[in-house]
Each structure stands twice: as structure tokens, then as C-alpha cells.
């Protein structure tokens, strides 16, 4: 099919470029669209939407394809990797970034001038992160970096290009933040960055016997707001099981995580040091402990002893129990639940005593769940918000808010 006015390249099946457009990070989607248009600006995304509409397809945006989760199967695959600057003002302390930028872009930029975004793993899309609520190794100290964002603009449904921000359509603003790609395409995404002036991180290892204890350590810890911590259990190849503690502490002594390390022992691998933030984000990414996605998510409002006990004799290979609240607790855009203070992630379905059945948009994989990531206020405004500014469907990421 052609589109008009389209410049960027577009390709068909059978094309040459069709099955490297098609690619997505998660391997698990071998999917087989129309059409793949590869944009190279807000104008190509108009061109592209209308293209869509006009035939019936239905769109589904990927830049690096890691939140794809449902294929594109007979629509318009709209690949936005090309559309890749990132600017940084370092006096109002934003980032300005286009869809196709990795966190790794951002980092590196803002780390010129002393400054560090909300960021995920540096090879994770920024605008897709942010999207889906975003939360960082830095997000009890600051927030979400949903909440973080003051502008976009959005190429909408009907072929619209807008600024959304608190002063200009606030209500799609507010969903943006949070309710993925359902009311439109960002082009361009502006956000907050924070001076991080000293930072101890690391990840250490140690025997699964104190897993236990360091679990019931984790729950009474009067943990810091400067500090962002998580524990997890690991299967290695071996079949020995193995526990972890991944720690980021913003201006504090390595001191303030004694209770945690006491409790874990000595470590058999790993270290914490004073890291420049860009680094630290690479060495405590998920390939370095279980993968921190799946359809084992569940928010719980305490670890109680029952708790850690079922988790410590399930079957699944890996789970880390991370700790929320902090600044990702204040009111903001519709991501997630917060007044929920622990998490519990899985690659793999597990069964979670206490589960309040609640869940992060981010870290779900679990297309059937969708609603679960929102409050049910909040989902029932992002439905009413779905249906007016994309009456017609046409925007089909892989979370769909539902809108019958």
C-alpha cells in the first residue's frame, strides 16, 4: 500500500526491508504486518494515521519493540526507531526527546551536565518506558517518570498534531502518563532531570539460607526515601539457589544500608561503590538478577512470614521483592497503585499469597491484565478518555484500554 505525503520507507511483505521492519526486541512476537513505515517526523506519523484510517488498519507504534507484546498482525506497523534526537537543557533541567531515543542517549546527554533522567535499562525506548508509568532506580526519591513529564506532542487519532501539557489538553495530558500509546502518538516527549550529585549502587550475592531472614530485614527496614532497594531469589544453572540485593543510595553513606547487609551476610560475589549515575543504571539492569517482567507481578501491602515462606519454596526460577512508596506514593498520572508499598516479580506466572491484584503496566506481560495496572477510577476515566479522543479504535498498542 502507499502512503501519501509519506517520506520515510515503507515496506511491504516480501520487500527487502520488510522482515528487519518487522523485528521486535521480544522474540516471542513473530508478527506480520500490511505494511511497515519506518517515519522520520511528526508529519510522516499524521500521514501514516490517516493512511490507517482511511483503509481500516489498525496502528501499532515500535521503536525498540520492548513493550510489544501482541503482533501486528494485518495493520500498519508504524516503526518510529529513526525518529531518534534527544536535547538537553541544562538550566531548566529537561530532556527533550524524540520517540526513537534509548535511555541510553538520554543518560549520556544529561550526564554532560551533571544531571540524570528517570531512567530504564539504557537500552529500553524512552517515550515507551515513560508511557507505561516508568519506574526507576531513582523513583522513590523523585517519582514516576510519568509524573515527570511536563509536554508532549501527540499526533492524535484523527491527524492532529498538539502540545499536551497541564495548560493545554490536560485531560489527554493525564493520560498520557501512564495509559501507554491508546490516545495518541508522542513525537516528542519533554521531562524532568535531577542533579545526582553522589551515588553508592551495586548488586552482591549471597547464600539463599538468608533469605529468609533478610526478607523479614527488608519489610522492617525504615528505608530511606533516598534509598531504592530490592531483593531477590535466583535459580542458577546449577539448580542451587541464590540470593541477591540490589541497592541505589542518593547522598548517603553505605552505613544506611547496614540493616539490609547484616541480615543478608557475607557476600560470595558483588560490591557496593560510589557509581557515576549512567553506569550504575547498566550494572543493576535485570539481565544481572530474574527478569523483573512476566506475568508473576503482583502488589502486596506487607511481607508477612507466611508470605516469604511461600515465596521461598515456589518453583519459579526467579523473583525479586521491591519496595515502592517514597515519591512514586504522591498523586500523579493513572500508573499504577499507589498506596501499595511492595512488589513481587516473576518471569513466570506465580502464586502470591496476600496478592492485592493490582499491577504495573511496565512490568506486565499479561495483555488480559491491562485493567489491573490502574485503579479502577482510574481506568474508568482512561476508557472515557479512549473513546473521545480515539473513538474509532485505530490506536492498537499492546495494552488496549478497553472501551466496550
Do not use: C
Not at 3 to 21: E, V
Not at 35 to 48: C, F, I, N, T, Y
Not at 100 to 109: H, K, T
Not at 128 to 139: D, I, P, R, V
Amino acid at each position: 500500500m502507499r502512503i501519501d505525503t509519506f517520506s520515510g520507507p515503507t515496506h511491504l511483505p516480501g520487500d527487502p526491508g520488510y522482515d528487519g521492519g518487522r523485528w521486535t526486541w521480544n522474540q516471542a512476537v513473530d508478527q506480520r504486518p500490511a505494511v511497515v513505515a519506518e517515519a522520520l517526523g511528526a508529519e510522516d506519523v499524521r500521514a501514516a494515521l490517516l493512511a490507517a484510517r482511511e483503509r481500516g488498519l489498525p496502528l501499532t507504534v515500535q521503536a525498540t519493540g520492548h513493550g510489544t507484546l501482541a503482533p501486528a498482525d494485518g495493520g500498519l506497523l508504524l516503526k518510529t526507531t529513526r525518529m531518534a534526537g534527544v536535547e538537553v537543557d541544562p538550566v531548566r533541567r529537561v530532556a527533550v526527546v524524540e520517540p526513537g531515543a534509548v535511555w541510553e542517549d538520554v543518560l549520556s546527554a544529561a550526564a554532560a551536565h551533571g544531571l540524570a533522567p528517570l531512567a530504564g535499562v539504557p537500552s529500553v525506548g524512552v517515550t515507551g518506558y515513560t508511557l507505561g508509568g516508568g519506574a526507576g532506580w531513582l523513583s522513590r526519591l523523585y517519582g514516576l517518570a510519568a509524573d515527570n513529564v511536563v509536554g508532549a506532542e501527540v499526533v492524535t487519532a484523527d491527524g492532529r498534531i498538539l502540545e499536551a501539557g497541564e495548560e493545554h489538553h490536560p485531560d489527554l495530558f493525564w493520560a498520557l502518563r501512564g495509559g501507554s500509546g491508546n490516545f495518541g502518538v508522542v513525537t516528542r516527549l519533554e521531562f524532568r532531570l535531577f542533579p545526582v550529585a553522589r551515588m553508592v549502587a551495586g548488586m552482591t550475592m549471597h547464600a539463599f539460607e538468608r533469605a529468609g531472614e533478610t526478607l523479614a530485614a527488608f519489610r522492617d527496614w525504615e528505608q530511606p526515601d533516598t534509598v531504592n532497594a530490592a531483593v531477590f531469589v535466583i535459580r542458577m544453572p546449577d539448580g542451587t539457589r541464590m540470593l541477591g540485593v540490589r541497592v541505589v543510595a542518593v547522598g548517603e553513606p553505605e552505613s544506611v544500608l547496614a540493616p539490609l547487609l547484616s541480615a543478608a551476610g557475607e557476600p560470595l560475589s558483588g560490591e557496593y561503590a560510589e557509581l557515576p549515575y549512567e553506569r550504575a543504571v547498566g550494572v543493576l539492569a535485570p539481565a544481572h538478577g530474574p527478569m523483573p517482567l512476566g506475568n508473576g507481578f503482583e502488589y502486596v501491602r506487607d511481607l508477612p512470614d507466611d508470605l516469604i515462606a511461600a515465596l521461598l519454596e515456589s518453583p519459579v526460577g526467579g523473583i525479586e521483592i521491591r519496595r515502592w512508596g517514597g515519591a512514586m506514593a504522591a498523586p500523579g498520572g493513572p500508573a499504577g497503585h499507589r498506596d501499595v508499598p511492595f512488589s513481587v516479580m516473576a518471569g513466570e506466572p506465580i502464586e502470591v499469597p496476600h496478592a492485592t491484584g493490582g499491577a504495573f503496566l511496565n512490568f506486565l506481560t499479561d495483555t488480559s491484565r491491562t485493567a489491573d495496572a490502574f485503579t479502577p477510577a482510574a481506568y474508568a476515566r482512561l476508557r472515557e478518555l479512549k473513546k473521545a479522543w480515539d473513538p474509532e479504535g485505530v490506536l492498537r498498542p499492546s495494552h488496549l484500554i478497553e472501551t466496550e
